[in-house]
């Protein structure tokens, strides 16, 4: 259907496409509840080392609840790889220690996001990734989620301009 993403256009996304469309979608939604997309922050080479940050929002207050971005202090780590447990541990810790972009997060209360296209979960395998990264963290100030192909493509069908981008590339 012409308008409408599904999930294998999103695997079919290159590295730096996917994270554009992310920050795409991260703005669009801070728009959506009237909240400046001058908070998401992002750039540099997809390929450079970004400390486990490739999209930040980082806003003073967000008032949003049931929504992708609903915490105002969210990073978020994408990857165009399926992020297995044992991916998610490689990805978070550094000799086995929380990355500090991560742990920064728990003063604000905030939260860590990681996006995964190339991954197709149930809710066993989706509730195995996040009891992980829980586990990495290890602390209640850092609220946690996991964003699959699926979930990036019903994120993506909420709005018609990103929906015809994807249908672009």
């Not at 990264?133 to 979930?151: A, G, H, P, T």
Request: aromatic letters at 6%; proline letters at 1%.
């Amino acid at each position: 259907m012409l308008l409408e993403v599904s999930k294998e256009q999103i695997k079919a996304l290159k590295d730096y496409e996917l994270r554009d469309l992310v920050v795409k979608l991260s703005e669009a939604t801070l728009k959506k509840n009237n909240i400046s997309n001058k908070v998401v922050l992002h750039g540099g080479n997809q390929d450079s080392k970004d400390g486990g940050v490739d999209v930040r929002v980082s806003a003073s207050k967000v008032n949003i609840v049931n929504d992708y971005i609903d915490n105002a202090n969210t990073v978020i780590q994408v990857k165009v790889p399926n992020m297995t447990s044992g991916e998610i541990k490689k990805e978070m810790l550094t000799d086995g220690k929380l990355r500090k972009s991560i742990e920064d997060l728990s003063t604000l209360n905030g939260k860590y996001i990681i996006v995964s296209s190339g991954s197709d979960v149930s809710d066993m395998e989706y509730q195995k990734r996040i009891t992980t990264m829980k586990e990495c963290i290890n602390n209640e100030n850092i609220d946690v989620d996991y964003f699959d192909s699926q979930r990036i493509a019903s994120w993506a069908n909420e709005y018609l301009g990103i929906i015809a981008w994807i249908h672009e590339k």
